[in-house]
């Protein structure tokens, strides 16, 4: 009896384990196709990283890598011209030496500041007024009187809004692309500014032949270009503010432009960072890979610029070369 007694039990048993484990399964699947902010996800996978298409991505990154182009271009751009500046500003070799060194200085320690500022206020207002800047600067140096004092300031203006893409640009690639194919995207970002000191030299050689206004005038004119281009085709992509891009999901290749774009996502889902300050920013440097790298890459940077500011004068004192022939041989490796 006792036997016949513990069947049913067990059965009951068994049968109140499988429904609380079918409850269980049900609740899962319920979670995994919930509606995030981030935009909707099949049953059991995450929501994408990014639900902008390819070729929107593609695009984004091209414009980010052609704004990018324009800060190393302005430091390769003015070399063959720098004895037509001297001559022009009447000065010292090494004074107008000078101006390409502060320029340098300045884009290199302007990321520092932009990109502090890029994960707060969003990438695209900083992307627009940083290009206004150095469009302006550029402007100021073809339209006024030579003077050298204006030369240096407004060589500091230049490169301070230059400066800006170096870091947005890497914030731009991390807002769309998954850390394990960020190499590539790199990559297309990149290759703006390491066209920059290649075709810079060969530009400035040929409009120097015109007029040394012209270097800073086709800066001017082709960056306009590119800020329009900015303008109209790329959106807000900080992920704190637009998440993975879910707002965008039925638009075409072009969006419609907007100043500042709204928060429209949960703030505890993409939260902000923290704000970095200097102090933390050098502090990445007692990190022995990020130190060698620095220390490696300004050398490279030192050499370069040592020898390719004086290439120009030698090349039309010693050897009679032409302003456009001295911008060709800067392709010399």
């Known amino acids: 009896m006792s036997a016949e007694k513990d069947i049913p039990d067990s059965s009951k048993k068994t049968d109140i384990l499988a429904a609380a484990a079918a409850t269980t399964h049900t609740t899962a699947a319920e979670d995994a196709t919930t509606t995030s902010p981030s935009g909707p996800s099949e049953p059991g996978l995450r929501p994408p990283y990014s639900i902008l298409k390819p070729r929107q991505r593609r695009l984004f990154l091209g414009i980010v890598a052609t704004a990018g182009f324009f800060g190393p271009l302005a430091a390769g751009i003015y070399l063959p011209a720098l004895p037509t500046l001297q001559a022009a500003f009447h000065t010292s070799a090494t004074a107008i030496n000078a101006t390409v060194s502060v320029f340098m200085v300045v884009l290199a320690v302007g990321p520092l500041f932009w990109g502090s500022h890029a994960d707060y206020a969003g990438r695209k207002p900083l992307y627009i007024i940083s290009l206004i800047i150095y469009i302006t600067a550029n402007i100021l140096l073809a339209a006024l009187p030579a003077n050298l004092a ?14 800006s893409v170096l870091s947005l640009g890497a914030g731009t690639v991390a807002d769309l692309v998954e850390p394990k194919n960020r190499a590539a995207a790199m990559s297309i970002v990149l290759l703006g500014p390491q066209l920059g000191p290649v075709l810079g030299p060969l530009l400035g050689g040929a409009l120097t032949e015109a007029s040394w206004r012209w270097v ?8 306009a270009a590119t800020l329009f281009v900015l303008i109209v085709a790329l959106p807000e992509t900080l992920r704190p503010i637009v998440g993975n891009g879910a707002i965008y999901a039925d638009k075409g290749l072009f969006i419609r432009p907007k100043w500042r774009q709204e928060r429209v996502v949960d703030p505890n889902k993409f939260p902000k960072p923290p704000t970095p300050t200097l102090i933390g920013l050098l502090k990445m440097l007692q990190n022995a890979p990020v130190l060698v790298v620095s220390f490696n890459n300004a050398l490279l940077f030192a050499a370069y610029y040592g020898m390719n500011v ?14 456009t022939e001295t911008g060709l041989a800067y392709l010399a490796p």
């Open 150 to 163: 204006a030369l240096f300031i407004l060589r500091i203006v230049q490169a301070f809004g230059a400066a």
């Open 310 to 323: 004086t290439l120009s004068r030698a090349l039309q004192d010693e050897y009679g070369f032409s302003t």
């Open 216 to 223: 800073f005038g086709f800066l001017a004119i082709t960056c």
